[in-house]
């Protein structure tokens, strides 16, 4: 018998992750860079990222230096593309107000209103890989999610940066460039309850 597929989700009517898409108009547009092996491997997680905010691009690719589709975007961007990786150089993101020099360099990143985040999407060691692969990447100026965040991740360990799911990840850097903590919290919440959709999934096996 043929699986019948969700016309949006493309996964089999049975596991359809729709209806944990929270629909969020996310004021600072989205680049994922998706790592080959990881379209396979996500588990629908970035499908739910990439179906719930109204600017996301998903790009696949390993090394991103003569990638056509990102080139024009860094090219439209310019300075203003902003890479979250973790780096010594990276600006640290936070909601305090405290006036240090990082907090001038953030602010001023925050209240530039034609930015946008790029995020890599694969394990640990591939995203290392597509970073030094990628010169383009390499330019860019990096930002980092302070300490702290809890990852409601149950499905992958190995998948995550500094423990977060690229989702989670994504929605917190947001929320401190939107400056708005609670725009993107339906987003994780939803996020919780799909993990354990997909956790009850896999106890059955
Ligand atoms: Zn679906």
């Not at 460039?177 to 939803?190: A, D, G």
Request: with cysteine.
């Amino acid at each position: 018998m043929s699986r019948l597929l969700c016309p949006k989700c493309h996964r089999p009517l049975k596991t359809c992750i729709c209806r944990f898409i929270t629909h969020i108009s996310n004021d600072i547009p989205v680049i994922i860079l998706q790592h080959p092996n990881e379209v396979t491997q996500s588990k629908g997680s970035l499908t739910l990222l990439a179906n719930s905010l109204s600017q996301c691009t998903v790009i696949i690719d390993e090394d991103f230096s003569q990638n056509e589709q990102l080139n024009q975007l860094l090219a439209h961007y310019k300075e203003q593309a902003y890479l979250l990786y973790p780096h010594k150089q990276a600006i640290a993101l936070s909601f305090d107000k405290f006036n240090n020099s990082a907090k001038n360099q953030e602010d001023k990143i925050i209240n530039n209103n034609n930015i946008c985040l790029i995020l890599i999407d694969a394990t640990w060691k591939k995203a290392y890989r597509m970073f030094m692969l990628s010169k383009n990447l390499q330019r860019l100026t990096k930002l980092q999610l302070p300490d702290g965040y809890q990852s409601h991740y149950k499905i992958r360990k190995t998948s995550v940066i500094n423990g977060l799911s690229t989702l989670e990840a994504c929605c917190y850097a947001l929320s401190l460039l939107e400056r708005n903590k609670k725009k993107y919290q339906p987003m994780i919440e939803n996020f919780k309850e799909f993990n354990q959709f997909l956790l009850s999934f896999q106890k059955r096996d």
